[in-house]
Each structure stands twice: as structure tokens, then as C-alpha cells.
């Protein structure tokens, strides 16, 4: 079992490089990090690379981010990743929708690198301990 602090996955997209390249250097000591730039990159980047946690613009060109978090969330093969809507969109009405699209937390821009790193680990804890209770459950079903 892979270590729950660190060594995890995470998909960062938003149509911004700057954002991108910062939030690759505050998470790659950690994390594996892949990037996108826009939601329909970032749902072919899913195909294949499976993430703990993903952090999403809100506003991107073609689909926007709740519209690609609630096609992730409706996708099973993807299990208990965890959903981070990173953005400048930060009213009440804007949080709300992003819940209700399946949003697990939401950080508004400009952020604290500290806070996006802390936000990330305990998203991965999570994610970890929601598989290994999904193995577990699995196995326990099989006997």
C-alpha cells in the first residue's frame, strides 16, 4: 500500500499555464502531477491516468468545470476521486452549483500555495482510506 501522505495522483486543469505551472511546482515534490488545459483535454487524459484528486478552473474554453465534474462523477471507473474546483468564481451561488456538480471542496484564486498543498493531502488521505475500505469490503463480499 502506497504511503497516504504522499505519492499520490493529481490532475490539475485550467486554461491558465501560469496557474498550472505553479500548482505543478507547489505539488510534483509530492505528487505525481499531470496537467490539462481545457475539460475536454482533461477527459482524455482520464482515459488512461486514473488521479486521486483533481483540481479544476471553473471557467474554461468548450466545457467548463462543472460540466466535466459531473461527468466525472457519473463514471464509476473512477471511484473516490476527489474533486477540488480551484477558482476565481468564489460567490456563494458559484460554490453551491459547484456542490451540487459533485465539487468535494472549493478554493478561490488567487490561493496560498500552503493552503492548496494541505487541501491536497488531506484529499488524498481520503482517497486512500475510501479504497482500502472498498478493498476491504470487497474481499470481506468475496468470503
Do not use: W
Not at 483535454?41 to 482515459?47: C, G, K, P, S, V
Not at 476527489?82 to 451561488?93: A, D, H, R, W
Not at 452549483?97 to 472549493?106: R, S
Amino acid at each position: 500500500m502506497r504511503s497516504i501522505a504522499t505519492n499520490g495522483k493529481i490532475l490539475a486543469v485550467d486554461d491558465s499555464r501560469s496557474i498550472l505551472t505553479l500548482i505543478r511546482a507547489v505539488l510534483e515534490k509530492y505528487y505525481t502531477v499531470r496537467t490539462a488545459s481545457s475539460g475536454e483535454e482533461a477527459l482524455e487524459i482520464l482515459r488512461d491516468y486514473k488521479p486521486d484528486v483533481i483540481l479544476f478552473d471553473v471557467n474554461m474554453p468548450g466545457i467548463d468545470g462543472y460540466t466535466v465534474c459531473r461527468r466525472i462523477k457519473s463514471k464509476n471507473e473512477l471511484g473516490f476521486v476527489k474533486i477540488v474546483m480551484v477558482s476565481s468564481e468564489t460567490g456563494l451561488k458559484e460554490r453551491l452549483k459547484g456542490y451540487e456538480a459533485g465539487v468535494d471542496d472549493y478554493m478561490g484564486k488567487p490561493f496560498e500555495k500552503e493552503e492548496l498543498l494541505a487541501k491536497v493531502r488531506v484529499f488524498s488521505r481520503l482517497k486512500a482510506l475510501e479504497d482500502e475500505l472498498f478493498e476491504l469490503n470487497h474481499s470481506l463480499n468475496d468470503q
